[in-house]
Nanobody
Framework: VQLVESGGGLVQAGGSLRLSCKVS????????IAWFRQVPGKEREGVSC????????YYADSVKGRFTISSDYAKNTVYLEMNNLRPDDTALYYC??????????????????WGQGTQVTVSS
């Protein structure tokens, strides 16, 4: 099993990025994928999740209306579209997966597989 994130980078405040999480080793048609982010010195925060059953529809309050999670079963990839980025969105972003489509939370304990992360830096 492997989850590989990409799409991070440096962007000005107000800009956009799209993160990708390419999954191998299991298929998204029976899985749940979540995005997390972490700033040094702080706990990892759940950002959003998406599941094959529709059970996981979480967005952190700080990203509601700006971030959108989606999945492409043909590419076995989950995306996080991030718009109107702010400096406090700066973090290392991880995707994580569970081999079950019924996960209902974006809490870390629910996910067994993790990517290495992609850095997002938003300048003011």
């Amino acid at each position: 099993v492997q989850l590989v994130e990409s799409g991070g980078g440096l962007v000005q405040a107000g800009g956009s990025l799209r993160l990708s999480c390419k999954v191998s080793g299991f298929t998204l048609d029976d899985a749940t994928i979540a995005w997390f982010r972490q700033v040094p010195g702080k706990e990892r925060e759940g950002v959003s999740c998406i599941s094959s059953t529709g059970s996981c529809t979480y967005y952190a309050d700080s990203v509601k209306g700006r971030f959108t999670i989606s999945s492409d079963y043909a590419k076995n990839t989950v995306y996080l579209e991030m718009n109107n980025l702010r400096p406090d969105d700066t973090a290392l972003y991880y995707c994580a997966g569970a081999r079950w489509g019924g996960v209902t939370t974006a809490m870390e304990y629910a996910y067994d597989y993790w990517g290495q992360g992609t850095q997002v830096t938003v300048s003011s």
